[in-house]
Structure formats: C-alpha cells, structure tokens
C-alpha cells in the first residue's frame, strides 16, 4: 500500500504562483512513476503532469512552460510549482502514484482557486 498526502493549495489571483507538494509513505520504494491530476466538478480528471523516477516528464499542453513537476526520491516527495495562474486552473488537484505491479494509489486531493 501506498499513501498519498498533497498540501500547498490555496486561493490566489491571476498570474500567482503556488507550490504542491504529496509526501508519499508505505511502500513508496515500488513507484515508478508520479503524476498530479485536476478535476473539477461535473468534469473527467485529467493528468496535468506525470514525472518518472528517473526524471523524464510529461505535461497537458495548457500547463507547458508555467508549471514544473520535480520529486525528491531520497524524501518520498514530488512537487508542483505552478506560475503564471490562470482561472482556468482552477481545480482540485490529485497526487497520484503507480507502483512496479501497475497498482495505482491517490491521494485526498487538494483545492486551488485562481480568481481574476
């Protein structure tokens, strides 16, 4: 089993910068990849970003070159910085993990509220 915790979420206005962070526990050793996922209501999740354990990244082409996804591997730990804020971000955000057995774990998920 995997656990998942986000914090960092908050409300800010356009153009702001918020920070996400999920700290990972249990059997955090059997993740290969990590990734955020947003969702808002009445709406399908979607997969924002998504970092391998060897670094290679991916992005939704709406948060390329404002958001960066990084993770400490020694500390169990993966990031969201996100600049440039759009009201269109707004969103709960979703950590989410796949281990070496393709199980994927979630974590409670955090709000971000970007207001114009």
């Known amino acids: 089993q995997v656990q998942l915790v986000e914090s960092g979420g908050g409300s800010v206005q356009t153009g702001g910068s918020l920070r996400l962070t999920c700290a990972a526990s249990g059997s955090s050793f059997s993740i290969n990849l990590m990734g955020w996922y947003r969702q808002e209501p009445g709406k399908q999740r979607e997969l924002v970003a998504a970092i391998t354990t060897g670094g290679g990244t991916n992005y939704t082409d709406s948060v390329k070159g404002r958001f960066t996804i990084s993770r400490n591997n020694g500390e169990n730990t993966m990031y969201l910085q996100m600049n440039s804020l759009k009201p269109e971000d707004t969103a709960g955000y979703y950590c989410?993990?796949?281990?070496?057995?393709?199980?994927?774990?979630w974590g409670q998920g955090t709000q971000v509220t970007v207001s114009s």
């Open positions: 989410a993990a796949r281990t070496v057995g393709g199980r994927y774990f």
